[in-house]
């Protein structure tokens, strides 16, 4: 098995085998479930092709609170099973599918009653701690404890004393859910899968009412051509309703978008050794360890305006800095924020009005023959969700398809992580470079890591930072366009890295120098980087600006008015 790269050769090679022959499967859509759906199939053994119209994990897979947990909340919802199975995944991911991108995190649970919530609480946390124990497998975090108030003061200084009576802490865990996503379509190339991004599907082709393949039109060339296969997997979260109008007729599955928003603040505006999840009136409220950062979320309101840019207004972020600000002793102000992104959550239409109580749990359905579509769901359960689809898959065609094996399919990267982290000193001292960031790379790349070493060891240059964003090397620019599918800066700035809400120049001081280091593997000249160093500001300003608005239909309209790179025709 290769290492997958998805540099810009292989993109052609991809659109080039698909074009060429029918495959078993053609996956639209590539977010989490997306590339999940790919490489389930690819590891069964079915030949398959990937489209993503945008950059992979564009929509909400890189807009998540970047969580991998069970869902506390959901258990007073009685939704035992729903937990159970996130747990069982969350297990999987640490110790055995990707141990280099999936960590554990700690988090405090500040209470406010005397009496009966303590017990309350401690059982619940519990019941999670219970239900976290996999099938031959621990939980891969350590278990609750109780602490007093003053214990709980010792972790989380920054907490206000008279906000709570005592604390419980518990594990869950934390992923970088784009670097994820890109991860898992590299693992499915390498075994054998064509995956290619800014490839937008524009029509179903059909033999009466089976569906056959799609028509494809390449974003960047403007080209259209036919990819075919026996099978198409819908897997586009809250553009489904948009895919499936393609078919025609009333579809089987309904979503809706519900907006979750996210602050970054640097780590030290808040005094804590662990995270915090606080309880809202209509949900939970995290501040999530983040590096040097915080992130702090999230909100939960209907969104009915643009999918592909949901804006957050002056009200979403004032809303989260009041309530993280009833607990905090030294409260944070807008001047804090480094950085503002905002996700939709596709959820699946019931018959709740409010959004937060909508279903998580996901649907696979076969509207009509040669198609899946598959829907709702959460980050965690990305696997479950993908072994559902390809099994549905499997019904429609023709020949036995052997069962998922992805639970025992570790990514790009997991193999060797640990003995190579147990190496780190030695790495750092043959490679020059200093521990610290040998760690951090362990931590992006795990055992990939030597490909991103010997672009240093080519180059010492790019062994240096990036001159006003020094958490990343100048080498991972170049290896997000010649590895990773990078096309564009923004895909750069705000996925494979995430500058863009890490500094508080939201990447605009390192624009130049990054478009500078990707011209070359992408064979821009300098009208090219100038272009996309042009878009790129532009983008950052109309969020800004968005970001002062009080209304979402204020903040939308201020979005949009940011011109794409890679401008999206409307589906003809």
């Not at 909340?73 to 729903?82: D, G, H, I, P, S």
């Not at 809250?238 to 602050?263: F, P």
Request: charged share 25%; glycine share 10%; hydrophobic share 40%.
């Amino acid at each position: 098995m290769g290492k997958g790269a998805l540099g810009p050769g292989e993109r052609v090679a991809a659109l080039e085998a698909m074009t060429a022959q029918e495959l078993d499967l053609v996956v639209v859509g590539g977010g989490v479930v997306g590339a999940g759906v790919a490489l389930d199939a690819v590891t069964r053994g079915l030949d398959v092709g990937l489209l993503e119209a945008r950059d992979f994990a564009s929509g909400t897979s890189s807009r998540s609170s970047k969580l991998i947990h069970g869902g506390l909340r959901y258990l007073e919802q009685l939704n035992f099973e729903l937990v159970r199975e996130a747990l069982q995944e969350r297990a999987l991911l640490l110790q055995r599918i990707a141990p280099h991108l999936v960590r554990p995190v700690p988090f405090l649970f500040p209470m406010t009653h005397f009496g009966w919530e303590r017990p309350y609480v401690g059982a619940g946390v519990a019941l999670y701690d219970t239900l976290g124990f996999a099938s031959g497998l621990n939980r891969g975090v350590p278990g609750h404890r109780h602490l007093s108030r003053s214990r709980a003061l010792r972790l989380a200084p920054a907490l206000k004393k008279s906000s709570f009576t005592g604390a419980v802490q518990y594990w869950d865990a934390q992923v970088d859910d784009a670097r994820y996503v890109m991860t898992m379509l590299r693992t499915a190339a390498g075994y054998g899968a064509h995956v290619a991004q800014r490839t937008q599907v524009i029509d179903f082709l059909r033999e009466g009412e089976r569906v056959t393949g799609v028509r494809v039109r390449d974003l960047e060339s403007g080209a259209e051509f036919d990819v075919r296969a026996q099978q198409v997997v819908n897997a586009t979260g809250v553009w489904t309703d948009d895919i499936q109008e393609l078919v025609g007729g009333r579809g089987q599955i309904h979503v809706r978008s519900s907006k979750g928003i996210h602050l970054v603040v640097p780590r030290d505006r808040i005094h804590s050794r662990t995270g915090i999840i606080l309880r809202t009136e209509k949900s939970v409220l995290f501040v999530i360890p983040w590096g040097r950062h915080w992130i702090i979320g999230t909100t939960d309101t209907e969104w009915t305006l643009d999918k592909a840019h949901p804006a957050a207004s002056r009200v979403d972020i004032d809303y989260l800095l009041d309530h993280v600000n009833a607990v905090l002793s030294v409260p944070l102000s807008r001047d804090d924020v480094e950085g503002v992104y905002a996700g939709l959550r596709p959820l699946l239409s019931g018959e709740s009005e409010e959004t937060s109580k909508l279903s998580r749990e996901h649907v696979v359905a076969h509207p009509v023959p040669g198609l899946v579509m598959i829907a709702g769901g959460k980050y965690t359960t990305y696997r479950v969700m993908a072994k559902d689809a390809v099994d549905a898959v499997a019904h429609g065609l023709d020949q036995r398809v052997p069962r998922s094996c992805t639970d025992r399919v570790p990514l790009v990267g997991a193999e060797g992580y640990q003995a190579l982290w147990n190496s780190r000193h030695r790495i750092a001292h043959e490679s020059g470079l200093h521990v610290a960031r040998i760690e951090h790379l362990l931590q992006r790349y795990g055992s990939l890591i030597d490909e991103v070493l010997a672009l240093v060891e080519r180059d010492p240059t790019l062994g240096r930072p990036l001159n006003g964003a020094d958490d990343y090397l100048r080498a991972e620019i170049v290896y997000a366009a010649t590895h990773e599918g990078a096309r564009h800066l923004n895909d750069v700035l705000t996925r494979r890295t995430h500058i863009s809400i890490e500094t508080f120049h939201r990447g605009l001081a390192v624009a130049q120098e990054a478009a500078e280091l990707m011209a070359e593997p992408l064979g821009w000249d300098g009208e090219h980087v100038k272009r996309e160093v042009e878009y790129y500001s532009k983008r950052v300003e109309a969020e800004r600006l968005s970001q002062e608005q009080d209304t979402d239909q204020e903040a939308d309209a201020i979005r949009l008015g940011a011109p794409e790179i890679v401008p999206l025709p409307d589906r003809t």
